[in-house]
């Protein structure tokens, strides 16, 4: 009698080329539609299946695990894994695997793009000239600062945060500060002619403040009310990484009374959710979570979700050697970027 496959659950629609050579090897459970599962809903399918790939709308913690009596691997869609509890997982010998490296320039771009738009105050301006109220042009409208020549400041200095060093200093001139937990390696600093300063330091000189740390329960509202009052009125914020990473009441606190001239946000503490406040504030850049979103950058995060699924059951050319696991984390909700 022929062995039967592993059965795999895809939890959200990727790329049906990319997700067709899981059918290579297993039986695929392949979600049609964008969905919004429950716990519940995500504890059944993974009592059902052997391995799964999943995105960050997918939380899997304790609960979701308790009747995944089967399951021995979840390959996550992003770089950031808090959607995981990483030590619930290692408890059952579960593999799970990320997506670092194949999104690191193209979410580099997209901070750029979000720290241009906020100082340059540009969709603040699509959004006045589309309401109408260019009347005439006038030399001191929408005066912005200066990215050129500034300070950036970057707080979390992975892959990501290099990338962004290295466009920020070698692209614009850029004075480049950067606050890690553990300093980088001279050779990076001097390529990425980044200086490492402490948090406050970070805090008071940055022009151009950009978040890309990893977003855990000892992150969590990391730039909040002291955090901001430390910080030049006439800089911004770019948070790229995790909504949780800032308290969203107090910032919009700080930008509604000019305490800080502008903020991007691509990611939000309740997302889909936007808190009110910074809705209705005219000196904040809003994006829906698309940091890594080009497409040949979607369709290579896909592809290495799948060759980390396939390798990490035991199946195709890297069979038990997943290329990017994710690896000596035990805390729960700890994303690496
Ligand atoms: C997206 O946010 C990711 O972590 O890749």
Known sequence: MAESKPRVWVSQPLF???????AEHFEVDATRDVTAWSPAQVAAKLGEVDGALVTLNERIGEDELAAAGRLRAV????????????GALESRGIVATNTPDVL??????????????????????ERWLREGRWTQWSFDTLLGSDIHGSTLGILGMGRIGQGIARRGAHGFGMRVLYHNRSRLA???????????????????????????LPYSPATRHVIDSTALAKMKPTATLTNI????????????????????ASAALDV??????VDPRLLALRNVVL??????????????????????LVAALGRGPRAGRPPTPVTGVSSPGTGKR
Not at 190 to 203: E, G, I, K, P, Q
Not at 241 to 259: F, P
Not at 290 to 304: D, E, H, K, N, P
């Open 287 to 308: 994006t829906p979570h698309v940091g890594s979103a080009s497409l040949a950058t979607r369709r290579a995060m896909a592809a290495l979700a799948v060759d980390n």
């Open 186 to 212: 001279d050779g990076i600093e001097r390529n990425c002619r980044a200086d490492w300063v402490d948090f406050d330091t970070l805090l008071r000189e940055a022009d151009h403040l950009v978040l890309v």
């Open 75 to 86: 390959a996550n869609v992003g770089v950031g894994y808090n959607n995981l509890d990483i």
């Open 268 to 273: 939000f503490e309740g997302e889909p959710a």
């Open 241 to 260: 990484a995790r909504g949780g990473l800032v308290d969203e009441v107090a910032l919009a606190d700080a930008l509604a009374h000019g305490r800080l």
């Open 104 to 125: 690191t320039d193209t979410t580099a771009d997209m901070a750029f793009a979000l720290l241009m738009a906020a100082a340059r105050r540009i969709t603040e301006g």
């Open 16 to 22: 049906d080329d990319i997700v067709a050579r899981l």
